[in-house]
């Protein structure tokens, strides 16, 4: 399958994926709502709910404004909103992002996970001064943006889009953890 498909095509596929159509989700799915137009925390967390959290997980994006409306009529979890368990947080002085929240929460100790969320946290979060965050966390900046731009602003398809690019971040999480791998051609 390509990833890369048009508009009208990658809508269909993300209703497909995301929505449910032709797929029986199992009993303890969740809903899942939170703003519209996420960038880098909140498709990575919805990443992040999908493949360790709850498989058959069904996402809603809604204005901001409606987010807490939306929980509550769909009996759904919100998340990456204030106010909320889910979304960003201070600890000792530092910043963490509402995928370190679904880490800890689900108490996720996969450590390749771990690795990830310094990337997804230095591309999402307002850090300064020292940092625990990833050289690459600018490269997936500069990539969410250009999905979202690619998807229209369309949520769904924006998952659909960049849920490749998390599967090989893990991946590549994995690797580097490896017998202590580094990346040959880093720039420092």
Known sequence: MSYLVSNTEGRAMARF???GENHCP???AMNWVTAEKGMVDRIASSWLIKNFVDRDAHFEFVSAEKVRKAAEDLHATP????GVELT????????YITFDAILRKYKIKDQALHELAKIVRG???RLSGVTDSAPEARGLEAAAIGYRIMASENDHENML??????DA???YCQWLLEEGRE???SVH
Do not use: T
Request: charge should be negative.
């Open 17 to 19: 994926i995301f929505e």
């Open 26 to 28: 199992s009993k303890n």
């Open 79 to 82: 998340f990456d909103i204030d």
């Open 88 to 95: 960003h947080y201070k600890e000792r002085g530092n910043e």
């Open 123 to 125: 591309a999402d979060a």
């Open 161 to 166: 889009l960049q849920f490749p690019l998390y």
């Open 169 to 171: 971040l893990y991946r």
């Open 183 to 185: 990346v040959e051609h």
